[in-house]
């Protein structure tokens, strides 16, 4: 069931993504709300003229954003989910935005829920990405299916499957039935096809930038890919709309603290500053919800270098990555992270900057 409708009415199906807040009082170019387009599984909030934020609805468990621009002869796609179950879901429902062919995939980055949807785009389809996404997953640096990355966040699926059979079963109250057995489902395909992947690398890489420009109907649209440093990981790339004021981020920058374990924390704040000096008002994410102005990145700056300085002096005192992870006092920042319950962070950030202070 494929609609289009105006913001205003799809404000129930989006309160449950959060996406609501942040976009409400956000107005196109016209001055007017964004259209939505909802599939069962996707969410297409158009942005700009043809440009969507593309969100999925948690009947298939899709784990990121994706970007599309609709030109006037082709569609371009900013990354590809999970896992080929949810990069079938997202072939589906652009059929229900546009007829048009989809000709080119960029990658972010090559993280597992952003790039392992690539193995179903067809080979008319051009994937681009930075050069070190593409050595990540030709498998020329290693695995990256075994790395901890891909291994921390998948391997707890099967006994989440179990978990939710279990509360299904112990569950009379009808509505919940529905929600959890929607959610049963949408875990049970992601598992099944967590064991599909074929990491399948771009086809196309670029170093620093590449820009490329987007037949419309008047004139054409010009999108710049750019990597401005190392950040979440060594080849972190942002898709910048220049006319429409837009940048995709990937996870270089999220409402939300972002995972660091193959990241550069130290560095990042520099290419934090790069891209604060492109000249865009709203930032789509790689998760959540849009980000309007610039104040959030420096929000996330100040946070990765409290996070870096007070490592490295943990560090230095003779505490194990485990006992600093645990003990690591960073709730100066809660206010701006509702993650941020007392002391503690992600033990695997932590055991990054050890790692690299070590090198
Ligand atoms: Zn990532």
Redesign the pocket.
């Known amino acids: 069931m494929n609609k289009k409708k105006k913001f205003n009415t799809a404000v129930l199906s989006l309160i449950g993504s959060g996406f609501l807040l942040a976009v409400f009082g956000y107005v196109n170019a016209q001055g007017e709300p964004p259209s939505v387009i909802e599939t069962s599984s996707h969410i297409f909030t158009e942005m700009a003229d043809g440009v969507y934020q593309v969100t999925g609805t948690g009947e298939v468990y899709v784990m990121s954003n994706a970007l599309m621009l609709v030109g006037a002869n082709d569609v371009l796609l900013v990354d590809s989910h999970v896992t080929p179950n949810a990069a079938n879901a997202l072939l589906r429902s652009v059929r229900a935005v546009t007829d048009k062919p989809v000709r080119y995939l960029v990658n972010s980055?090559y993280?597992f829920?952003?790039a392992h949807g690539n193995q179903v785009f067809p080979n008319t389809v051009e994937i681009i990405g930075h050069s070190y996404t593409r050595a990540k997953l030709s498998g020329e640096m290693g695995n990256v299916l075994t790395e901890s990355t891909m291994l921390s966040f998948t391997e707890g699926v099967p006994d989440l499957v179990e978990r939710l059979r279990a509360q299904l079963s112990d569950t009379r109250d009808p509505a919940e039935r529905t929600r959890l057995a929607a959610q049963l489902k949408a875990q049970e395909d992601h598992m099944i096809s967590l064991r599909e992947i074929v990491p399948t690398p771009p086809n196309i890489t670029l170093e620093s930038k590449m820009t490329l420009y987007q037949d419309l109907s008047e004139g054409s649209r010009e999108i710049q890919l750019l990597h401005l440093g190392r950040a979440?990981t060594a080849g972190d790339v942002v898709v910048y709309l220049p006319q429409e004021g837009l940048v995709f981020t990937g996870?270089m920058m999220l409402p939300s603290l972002s995972?660091m374990g193959d990241s550069f924390p130290q560095e990042w704040v520099g290419t934090l500053e790069a891209l604060k000096a492109v000249e865009f008002d709203v930032i789509l994410p790689g998760h959540g919800a849009p980000l309007q102005g610039k104040e959030k990145i420096s929000q996330f700056q100040a946070y990765l270098t409290d996070l870096w300085q007070k490592t490295e002096t943990m560090k230095a005192q003779g505490l194990s990555a485990e006992q600093t992870a645990e003990q690591i006092d960073l709730s100066n920042h809660s206010q701006n992270y509702g993650q941020i319950r007392g002391p503690g962070a992600d033990v695997r950030a932590i055991r990054r900057i050890y790692a690299l202070l070590d090198q």
């Open positions: 980055h993280h829920d952003h979440h996870d995972y």
